[in-house]
Every structure is written in structure tokens, then in C-alpha cells.
């Protein structure tokens, strides 16, 4: 009882610290983000003492709870939800009612956790694929894969481009009512990561006969090759996302080794071999103007360690892609996120596909935070995150 007690107060006075951590200033209801930033931190922070006690692993916990918000197929008088299997993953597909005289649209949806936690069944992702295929008339289909640390890079990137590939055929896509010339694939995060390299993959793979009109990525992570860019320098102690926090959990993509994840907080991590590919990230040229600020450009110490040579992969780190592969690439839409550690990793994206002479669109989100579109249904209410979906389904109802 005592030592409830004890813990209680503990947890409390950790949260009352952390809910005085000042907030951007131009941020929209101050309060609220402050109080989902302040109970990240508070639960990270007793994870971290659990999972020093030898108790339970930290990802394991946050797993847990976020499974308290996962919800089931459930159909309305207009869409049909059903979960289902695509060549081994689980998917969960939204089928618009009413009749069609034409075939419509597709969006393929891969949602964020840094690989480590989410899901199609989470309330925000469920509530915006059944938004987009109602307000679009569009057949969408949300796809699961298995997480990290139990299954590494490139089981959950395989798992995604299986079920890809499965719907991609023209068997599949005709029963479903799909027209093969429209179909945009989208995700959030780190599933920005896996939509942008199956974007990748499938623009130059002969074997995928039927190509993307769009790729959408929304606040993506899409390197881990420098992990000092401005954005991880200006907003290191969050909100929502600290930096620590972040190369913690997305270190698990690749190894539970807690050296990697050292090396990748110290900003070491990339192996001596990857030298030629730090132009391809270099903020000092590809960054817009206005966002370098004062920082001064120092390029990442490269480390002796060959263990990783998964960390030069473009599969990995989808910016590390030539620019012969980034050619093929479909009309894309990024948004970004100002308070954010990855904001630089779409605007760098963003400036290697329009000096390819791409068709980017590019929404920037000035009192955004990162994780934005889970912040959409109760508890968890940020007018913000209402206007990132607004934002991303005009996008799509425009270009698709
Ligand atoms: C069904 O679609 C109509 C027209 O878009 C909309 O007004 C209605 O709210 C939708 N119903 C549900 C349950 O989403
Ligand atoms: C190389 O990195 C691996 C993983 O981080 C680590 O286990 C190993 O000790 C390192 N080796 C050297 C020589 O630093
Ligand atoms: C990065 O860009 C700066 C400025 O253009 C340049 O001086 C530096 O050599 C570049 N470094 C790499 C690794 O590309
Ligand atoms: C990158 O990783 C993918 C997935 O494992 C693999 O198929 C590919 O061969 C790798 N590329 C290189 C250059 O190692």
C-alpha cells in the first residue's frame, strides 16, 4: 500500500515536471498538447525505470497500452469494413456502398508507430481510411505488418509489399472495382517510410505491371543517416516526439543492440563505407533557405563498425535512393509538421524530387507536431489533427 502510494506520488510529481516543459509559442491549444506531451513523458520515463528494474521492455508497455485503442470492422449505411488477409498480412479494406458506374479510386494506407507499435484497428486510422473512402468513393485498404524488435528491418517493409503487390493485380483490382491508373498509396511516419520505398520499388520494378498515380506522406521519417538535421537540433526535447525518444524506438527497426542505438544518439552510427551517400541527406544544400537558420553544417562522424550495412540501404533510409530511381516517382504530396524532428526529412525529399523537375505538393503545417492524425478522436482531440486530415483528403480529392 505503501509503496502504491509511493509510486503514485512519484508518477505525479514526474508528470507535474514535465507539464511546465514550455510549449512552442504559436501553438493552437497550448494545454492540451502540453498534456499529451507531458503523459508521453511520464510514461516513458517510468518505462525507462521498469525496463532498468529488468521488468518489462519500455516498447512492450507503450505496445500495450496503445492496444486499448484498437477498434473492430465495423460497416456504416455507406462503406463496408471488413479485415481480411493479403498474402499473408492482415489488411483491413473500406468498400463504398452505393453504386458505381465507373471503377474507382484506391488509396493503400500504412500507418506510423516508428515500427514498433500501431495498427490498422487503432480508432484515428480506422476513423480516417473510412473518412477518405466515404468522402472519395474510394475502395482503401489499410495493411498491417508485424513490428519491431520481434521482426526487423526488412520483414514488416516485405509483409506491406506483399499485400501490395497481391492487390496490385489486375484480377484483384478489377473484382474490387478498382481502376488501375488511380490508386495513391499513403502513410504516416514511419509508414511514410514503407510507402515511400514501396513508391520506389514498384515505379522501377518491370515485375509491377500496374504503377501509383500518388504517393502521400505525411510528417515521414525517410532517412536515419543524419540524425543532427535542424529539426532534430531545434526540437531534440519534443513536443510528443523528444529525439531521444525517437532513435530509441526506431533503432529497434534494426537492432536491439543499445551500442547502435549510442552510436545513432551520438550521431556515429553510419559506417565508413557510407561517406558517398551523405550528399544525398546534406541539409546545407538541399534544405530550403529560411529553415538552416544558424545552424552550421558538420557532416556525421562516420564510424569504423561495418555491423549494419543494412544503414546504406535505400529501403531503409528511402533519401539514400539515386536520383535514376527517384525519376519514376508519381506525383507525390509531403506534409510537414514545423514542431517536429522529422520536418527536414520531407523538406529535403521534397527539394530531391523538384530539382528532378518532379510535381511535388507540399502542405507545411506551421503549429503542427509530429503524430498530428492520432490526435483525432476522444481523448485525444487536437483541432490540429482535424486539420492535417482536412488537408491530406483535399489533397487526394484534388489529384486522384
Ligand atoms: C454517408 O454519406 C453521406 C453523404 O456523403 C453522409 O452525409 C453521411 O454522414 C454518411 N454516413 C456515415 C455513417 O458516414
Ligand atoms: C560494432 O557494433 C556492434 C553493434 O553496435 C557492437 O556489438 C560491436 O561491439 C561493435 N564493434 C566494434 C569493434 O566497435
Ligand atoms: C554538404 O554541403 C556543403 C555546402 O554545400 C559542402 O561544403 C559539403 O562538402 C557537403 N558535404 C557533403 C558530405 O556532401
Ligand atoms: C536492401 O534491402 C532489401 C530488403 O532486404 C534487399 O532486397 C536489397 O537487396 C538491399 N539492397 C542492397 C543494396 O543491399
Same mark, same amino acid.
Given at each position: 500500500?505503501?509503496?502504491?502510494?509511493l509510486?503514485?506520488?512519484?508518477?505525479?510529481?514526474?508528470?507535474?515536471?514535465?507539464?511546465?516543459?514550455?510549449?512552442?509559442?504559436?501553438?493552437?491549444e497550448?494545454?492540451?498538447?502540453?498534456?499529451?506531451?507531458?503523459?508521453?513523458?511520464?510514461?516513458?520515463?517510468?518505462?525507462?525505470?521498469?525496463?532498468?528494474?529488468?521488468?518489462?521492455?519500455?516498447?512492450?508497455?507503450?505496445?500495450?497500452?496503445?492496444?486499448?485503442?484498437?477498434?473492430?470492422?465495423?460497416?456504416?449505411?455507406?462503406?463496408?469494413?471488413?479485415?481480411?488477409i493479403?498474402?499473408?498480412?492482415?489488411?483491413?479494406?473500406?468498400l463504398?456502398?452505393?453504386?458505381?458506374?465507373?471503377?474507382?479510386?484506391?488509396?493503400?494506407?500504412? =500507418?506510423?508507430?516508428?515500427?514498433?507499435?500501431?495498427?490498422?484497428?487503432?480508432?484515428?486510422?480506422?476513423?480516417?481510411?473510412?473518412?477518405?473512402?466515404?468522402?472519395?468513393?474510394?475502395?482503401?485498404?489499410?495493411?498491417?505488418?508485424?513490428?519491431?524488435?520481434?521482426?526487423?528491418?526488412?520483414?514488416?517493409?516485405e509483409?506491406?509489399?506483399?499485400?501490395?503487390?497481391?492487390?496490385?493485380?489486375?484480377?484483384?483490382?478489377?473484382?474490387?472495382?478498382?481502376?488501375?491508373?488511380?490508386?495513391?498509396?499513403?502513410?504516416?511516419?514511419?509508414?511514410?517510410?514503407?510507402?515511400?520505398?514501396?513508391?520506389?520499388?514498384?515505379?522501377?520494378?518491370?515485375?509491377?505491371?500496374?504503377?501509383?498515380k500518388?504517393?502521400?506522406?505525411?510528417?515521414?521519417?525517410?532517412?536515419i543517416?543524419?540524425?543532427?538535421?535542424?529539426?532534430?537540433?531545434?526540437?531534440?526535447?519534443?513536443?510528443?516526439?523528444?529525439?531521444?525518444?525517437?532513435?530509441?524506438?526506431?533503432?529497434l527497426?534494426?537492432?536491439?543492440?543499445?551500442?547502435?542505438?549510442?552510436?545513432?544518439?551520438?550521431?556515429?552510427?553510419?559506417?565508413?563505407?557510407?561517406?558517398?551517400?551523405?550528399?544525398?541527406?546534406?541539409?546545407?544544400?538541399?534544405?530550403?533557405?529560411?529553415?538552416?537558420?544558424?545552424?552550421?553544417?558538420?557532416?556525421?562522424?562516420?564510424?569504423?563498425?561495418?555491423?549494419?550495412?543494412?544503414?546504406?540501404?535505400?529501403?531503409?533510409?528511402?533519401?539514400?535512393?539515386?536520383?535514376?530511381?527517384l525519376?519514376?516517382?508519381?506525383?507525390?504530396?509531403?506534409?510537414?509538421?514545423?514542431?517536429?524532428?522529422?520536418r527536414?526529412?520531407?523538406?529535403?525529399?521534397?527539394?530531391?524530387?523538384?530539382?528532378?523537375?518532379?510535381?511535388?505538393? =507540399?502542405?507545411?503545417?506551421?503549429?503542427?507536431? =509530429?503524430?498530428?492524425?492520432?490526435?483525432t478522436?476522444?481523448?485525444?482531440?487536437?483541432?490540429?489533427?482535424?486539420?492535417?486530415?482536412?488537408?491530406?483528403?483535399?489533397?487526394?480529392?484534388?489529384n486522384?
Amino acid at each position: 500500500m505503501a509503496c502504491k502510494a509511493l509510486c503514485f506520488g512519484l508518477i505525479c510529481i514526474i508528470f507535474a515536471y514535465y507539464i511546465y516543459a514550455p510549449m512552442p509559442e504559436n501553438i493552437e491549444e497550448p494545454w492540451k498538447v502540453g498534456l499529451i506531451d507531458a503523459a508521453i513523458k511520464t510514461t516513458s520515463f517510468v518505462c525507462m525505470l521498469t525496463e532498468y528494474m529488468g521488468l518489462i521492455r519500455k516498447d512492450q508497455v507503450f505496445a500495450t497500452l496503445v492496444k486499448v485503442d484498437y477498434t473492430s470492422p465495423v460497416s456504416d449505411s455507406n462503406i463496408t469494413v471488413t479485415d481480411t488477409i493479403f498474402s499473408g498480412s492482415p489488411v483491413r479494406l473500406y468498400l463504398p456502398k452505393r453504386k458505381s458506374d465507373s471503377r474507382r479510386p484506391a488509396v493503400i494506407y500504412i =500507418h506510423g508507430g516508428a515500427f514498433v507499435l500501431g495498427s490498422f484497428k487503432l480508432k484515428c486510422y480506422d476513423y480516417l481510411n473510412r473518412w477518405t473512402a466515404n468522402t472519395l468513393d474510394a475502395v482503401v485498404v489499410a495493411v498491417d505488418y508485424r513490428l519491431s524488435p520481434e521482426y526487423q528491418f526488412p520483414v514488416p517493409l516485405e509483409d506491406v509489399i506483399s499485400a501490395v503487390k497481391f492487390f496490385l493485380q489486375d484480377e484483384i483490382l478489377a473484382a474490387y472495382g478498382v481502376d488501375p491508373t488511380r490508386i495513391c498509396i499513403s502513410g504516416d511516419s514511419s509508414g511514410g517510410t514503407l510507402a515511400a520505398t514501396i513508391t520506389h520499388l514498384v515505379q522501377n520494378d518491370a515485375e509491377f505491371k500496374n504503377k501509383f498515380k500518388a504517393q502521400a506522406l505525411l510528417y515521414p521519417v525517410l532517412q536515419i543517416v543524419d540524425l543532427l538535421l535542424p529539426s532534430y537540433q531545434e526540437h531534440q526535447h519534443g513536443p510528443i516526439l523528444p529525439r531521444k525518444m525517437g532513435i530509441e524506438m526506431g533503432s529497434l527497426y534494426i537492432s536491439k543492440d543499445k551500442a547502435l542505438t549510442q552510436a545513432m544518439i551520438l550521431n556515429n552510427h553510419m559506417p565508413l563505407e557510407s561517406r558517398h551517400l551523405l550528399t544525398l541527406v546534406n541539409w546545407s544544400t538541399l534544405l530550403p533557405e529560411n529553415y538552416k537558420k544558424n545552424h552550421l553544417y558538420t557532416e556525421p562522424v562516420l564510424s569504423s563498425n561495418s555491423s549494419y550495412p543494412q544503414l546504406l540501404n535505400s529501403s531503409l533510409s528511402p533519401l539514400l535512393a539515386s536520383d535514376s530511381q527517384l525519376q519514376n516517382v508519381p506525383l507525390t504530396y509531403v506534409l510537414t509538421c514545423e514542431h517536429d524532428i522529422l520536418r527536414d526529412d520531407g523538406l529535403i525529399y521534397i527539394t530531391r524530387l523538384r530539382n528532378l523537375g518532379l510535381k511535388v505538393s =507540399h502542405d507545411h503545417i506551421e503549429d503542427g507536431v =509530429h503524430g498530428a492524425l492520432s490526435f483525432t478522436r476522444f481523448p485525444f482531440y487536437l483541432r490540429m489533427g482535424m486539420k492535417v486530415k482536412e488537408k491530406y483528403i483535399r489533397w487526394l480529392k484534388e489529384n486522384l
